[in-house]
């Protein structure tokens, strides 16, 4: 079949089966909406729109009066699609999927439209043109959704066990706890032992407690579970397959062994900053050390901190020593290096007598709970120096003492030159020299800083693009133990939840192939970041085949199809070409009247649509004006939360003010004459 007849044919198919009974809800967001977009306008607008069914206004869409509402339309008006427009989807598509489905419609025949983000917030100083843009975005949605088609989740299996890269305490802490779970866990470590950078550690902030200790004990915990296995000595030497079903072999000396997991756990942590030759001084002189050597020092010293035969009487940090750089490579903030230096200053005062305390900083960020040790280390008489960027201490010898000098910006940039024993470079954390190997194995993204890259670190923080490899602890950024092992834990139980069941669902939003219009030149594969893409054999012929497992639906692949042989669902040709004719078409709007009563329907607002709280304000106004503080008195609730109802019932015209009240100090406050169906 030629080309032009195949594409002949797909468009006959595609008008056979576009929808014809569409229901539109427009949402007024208790106003946040309605107040700058003419909802009832774009309403009667909507009605006129091919296969629109049901248009209608509703007060809060995300409601239950109005969620109900939807499926009884569903039910009686046999509509075969929906349109939602409101906020954005990242807040309610699930809510409205959920609603197709309770009406017996598939989920993908739903659209959501975003008009308040993208309008009425966007333009609320030009209320016309977010009205326009609204129509706009409304009509695009509808003629998207008409060419929708219903899609099935995509089921793989899984299987139940992980591999973790990195045992230390984040990678140990989260084996733990999967393969108390249920899940087999093969722990792998780069090196001969477990622990990672906490194992050489003693005395931990803010706990106290001993990281050599909390190391050793992860270790027995692990070796007392018998679905935990530990390779120390190896490395991730090659990693395939997808979601539930990864293939990674590990390389432990002569020696390839082929492990089978249904997810991948990254927590190979970081490595601490190593100063260049004279930076600071270090390289060039003994007593210039950095902050992990002076832990050492500290842990390995009894009585006094001597270094070449010479007892340290005086001490200066000096902070961020190759960290937030403008014009170098870390750019970052390392977080916990302050408060690691104000640590090692407290323990060196506990530890030894009359030791003079000097800290040359430009921000001290000791956070939540660990300011504590900044101010247990002004009152021990610590001296804070502040420096600017562009003007860093110097350092040099005289004698058998180092001079540091700085310009203190809290007196003026006065300059003050400080005696010293001995100089600890405050350093931080920088991502490990065998990231992008790692990265370039599993297809993680990295960042400017050079760690790994979370999807989103709000929303979703130990997930990667890449679907069932998974990040925790500070191998995507810096922090303190507590935080890595909460990090990893919350990996831990996103695996958890894919693994534990026997198929993992997938939304089917991915790309497809048509195999009749497929030649295989081979560049969609070419384009493909994850490996989606694949030639088989077909009907005696080479194709193009998507893992649905590994296709993450981006649609790089589409535009460099020279036959047009492949797009994405739910993104087809007729889709997007629906959605563009629908937002470019000329837009016939009356400049509306912002004071009049908006009308939901045929029936006005109905009060089984508000919220529960401007029922009960409406049941109290009706025996008579009252003023706000009444109200809260006799409703039991908060002033405040009665202000805020109030004024959003007043643009609705539901009351208004009727003069002050008795004492003179209030407005009091009615309901209007034209008061709303309460059906």
Request: charged share 25%; net charge negative.
């Amino acid at each position: 079949m030629s080309r032009r007849m195949w594409r002949d044919n797909e468009m006959i198919m595609e008008k056979k089966t576009k929808k014809e009974r569409i229901g539109v809800y427009i949402c007024h967001c208790g106003g946040n909406i309605s107040d700058y977009v003419d909802v009832a306008q774009i309403r009667d607008l909507v009605k006129k729109e091919d296969g629109v069914t049901v248009s209608k206004n509703v007060m809060f869409a995300c409601a239950d009066s109005s969620q109900k509402q939807m499926i009884r339309d569903i039910e009686d008006q046999n509509l075969d699609a929906i349109v939602v427009a409101s906020c954005s989807p990242k807040l309610h598509l699930h809510t409205f999927r959920n609603v197709a489905v309770r009406g017996g419609i598939n989920p993908y025949n739903y659209t959501q439209v975003n008009v308040r983000e993208q309008c009425s917030w966007a333009h609320s100083d030009t209320p016309s043109e977010a009205s326009v843009k609204a129509a706009g975005l409304i009509r695009a949605g509808i003629r998207k959704v008409a060419f929708s088609k219903a899609l099935d989740n995509i089921e793989v299996t899984s299987t139940r066990a992980v591999v973790i890269v990195g045992a230390g305490v984040s990678g140990m802490r989260a084996s733990i706890d999967l393969a108390k779970m249920g899940n087999q866990v093969y722990l792998v470590e780069k090196e001969n032992a477990t622990g990672g950078n906490v194992a050489g550690w003693n005395e931990l902030f803010v706990t106290g407690q001993s990281g050599t200790a909390i190391a050793a004990s992860l270790a027995n915990q692990i070796r007392e579970l018998s679905n935990i296995t530990l390779f120390t000595n190896a490395s991730v030497a090659r990693v395939s397959g997808s979601l539930g079903n990864f293939s990674v072999d590990v390389q432990t000396g002569e020696e390839i062994l082929h492990l089978k997991a249904g997810a991948i756990l990254v927590a190979t942590g970081f490595e601490p900053y190593q100063p260049s030759e004279g930076e600071f001084g270090y390289g060039q002189d003994h007593n210039v050390i950095t902050l992990p050597e002076f832990r050492r020092l500290i842990d390995n010293s009894k009585d006094a901190l001597i270094i070449d035969g010479r007892e340290i009487k005086s001490i200066a940090w000096i902070y961020c020593a190759g960290m937030r750089q403008s014009k170098g490579e870390n750019k970052y903030c390392s977080r916990v290096c302050c408060t690691t230096a104000v640590h090692s200053s407290l323990l060196v005062h506990e530890k030894f007598r009359d030791v003079r305390a000097y800290h040359f900083y430009r921000d001290i960020r000791t956070y939540g709970k660990q300011e504590i040790l900044y101010e247990r280390s002004s009152r021990n008489g610590d001296i804070y120096l502040k420096y600017d960027e562009k003007a860093p201490p110097v350092v040099r010898r005289s004698g058998n003492k180092l001079l540091v000098k700085v310009r203190d910006e809290l007196t003026g940039r006065q300059e003050v030159e400080v005696e010293t024993d001995l100089v600890v470079l405050v350093t931080g954390m920088v991502p490990r020299s065998d990231s992008n190997a790692i990265a370039g194995l599993l297809k993680i993204p990295v960042g400017n800083d050079k760690f790994f890259n979370e999807i989103h670190p709000k929303l979703r923080p130990v997930e990667t693009v890449i679907n069932g490899v998974f990040l925790g602890g500070s191998c995507k950024g810096p922090k303190n133990i507590s935080e890595s092992v909460q990090s990893s834990l919350s990996a831990a139980v996103k695996i958890n939840a894919l693994t534990k069941n026997p198929t993992i669902q997938l939304e089917p939003i991915i790309a497809r192939v048509n195999a009749e219009a497929c030649a295989w030149c081979g560049k969609c594969a070419e384009v493909c970041d994850y490996d989606a893409v694949n030639p088989v054999e077909k009907s005696g012929k080479t194709v193009a085949s998507v893992n649905e497992a590994t296709c993450k639906g981006c649609g790089m692949c589409v535009p460099v199809c020279p036959s047009n042989a492949i797009d994405i669902a739910q993104y087809s040709d007729h889709e997007i070409e629906g959605m563009i004719d629908g937002f470019l078409e000329a837009i016939e709007f009356k400049e509306a009247d912002r004071t009049a009563v908006e009308e939901t329907g045929e029936e006005g607002l109905l009060m089984k649509d508000m919220p529960q709280i401007w029922k009960q304000i409406t049941a109290s106004l009706e025996t008579g004006s009252k003023s706000i503080p009444v109200l809260a008195k006799e409703l039991n609730i908060k002033s405040e939360v009665v202000t805020y109802h109030l004024m959003t019932m007043n643009k609705y015209s539901l009351v208004e003010a009727g003069g002050m009240d008795d004492s003179d100090e209030y407005y009091a406050y009615k309901l209007k004459n034209h008061l709303y169906d309460g059906n």
